[in-house]
């Protein structure tokens, strides 16, 4: 994360408007094209858009610059906002594409936005290695954000066995992804 971000960051929590300008000035497209290619739904991600930044303004959502960047946090953010609304509403079918790579960023970032494509590959690759079973459960899971309760109803299993396949798929994909530079935290 550049300086600038956690200097704008630390000024919009002690309540300096302009920061918060300066943050969504920045990242405004970035999410917005990421929640676009995520759901396909441009009203969604207006509201999404809204969510986020008054969840950044009303401290609702706290960063912690020990535990990474903060494009990836806000991305994060943004993602779990995203589920949200989708679930909450239900009755519009909004599915979300396997795609995870983040659109094409504006500003002094093209670094991170090659560091997530290649984040995102290895990924993808790890994925690759799982059953068809795990391959499902995370495809369900994370890239349609279902929720297990959802995931055991549509696929007519138990609970515990869904909890399980996403346990144990999560394991083998840490396994695989530590086997990299450094481990887990680097993809």
């Not at 500003?107 to 068809?132: I, N």
Request: hydrophobic letters at 35%; charged letters at 30%.
């Amino acid at each position: 994360m550049s300086n600038q971000d956690l200097e704008l960051y630390h000024q919009m929590t002690g309540g300096n408007k302009q920061a918060l300008e300066a943050i969504y000035d920045k990242y405004e497209r970035l999410l917005y094209s990421f929640v676009i290619k995520l759901s396909g739904d441009q009203t969604l991600a207006e509201e999404v858009m809204q969510e986020v930044f008054i969840k950044l303004w009303t401290n609702k959502a706290t960063y912690d610059e020990t535990k990474g960047k903060f494009s990836s946090w806000i991305v994060t953010i943004t993602r779990y906002t995203a589920i949200d609304i989708i679930r909450k509403n239900k009755n519009q079918a909004i599915a979300l594409e396997e795609e995870t790579d983040l659109p094409e960023q504006v500003g002094d970032s093209t670094e991170d936005l090659v560091e997530w494509k290649e984040q995102g590959e290895k990924v993808r690759r790890a994925v690759k290695e799982l059953s068809e079973e795990q391959k499902q459960m995370v495809d369900l899971f994370y890239f349609k954000g279902l929720s297990q309760r959802e995931i055991s109803e549509t696929c007519n299993l138990p609970l515990g066995t869904i909890k399980g396949r996403l346990r144990l798929a999560l394991k083998h994909l840490k396994s695989h992804l530590s086997k990299g530079k450094g481990g887990v935290h680097d993809a």
